[in-house]
Nanobody, 124 residues
Framework: VQLVESGGGVVQAGGSLRLSCAAS????????MGWYRQAPGKQRELVAL????????NYADSVKGRFTVSRDNAKNTVYLQMNSLKPEDTADYLC??????????????????WGQGTLVTVSS
């Protein structure tokens, strides 16, 4: 299973961006799926996450009211709408998914994968 992210870029403070992350491969089911970010010199942190396929998302306090995460289970895709961006939102945004994939005919295994990251730069 692979994750491919898109939508990053450079935006001025107060602007908006929409990130997408699509899973491909022998996906049977995706449970948890969401976004993390890592700024230079800082630890990776949770941004927004669906803990389960049908559950409500969790958000970091720093993005509540500005960011909205959504998912399309039929397309194995998660989105992150980012509004009112601030310079402190500048980071590499990484998608993460946990679920079950087809291993061989008639057998399954769990997976946990990260995307390659998409860079978001917010200028002041």
């Amino acid at each position: 299973v692979q994750l491919v992210e898109s939508g990053g870029g450079v935006v001025q403070a107060g602007g908006s961006l929409r990130l997408s992350c699509a899973a491909s491969g022998s996906v049977l089911r995706i449970d948890a799926m969401g976004w993390y970010r890592q700024a230079p010199g800082k630890q990776r942190e949770l941004v927004a996450l669906f803990p389960s396929a049908g559950g409500r998302p969790n958000y970091a306090d720093s993005v509540k009211g500005r960011f909205t995460v959504s998912r399309d289970n039929a397309k194995n895709t998660v989105y992150l709408q980012m509004n009112s961006l601030k310079p402190e939102d500048t980071a590499d945004y990484l998608c993460n998914a946990v679920g079950v994939e087809v291993a061989t005919a008639g057998s399954y295994k769990t997976f946990g994968v990260w995307g390659q990251g998409t860079l978001v730069t917010v200028s002041s």
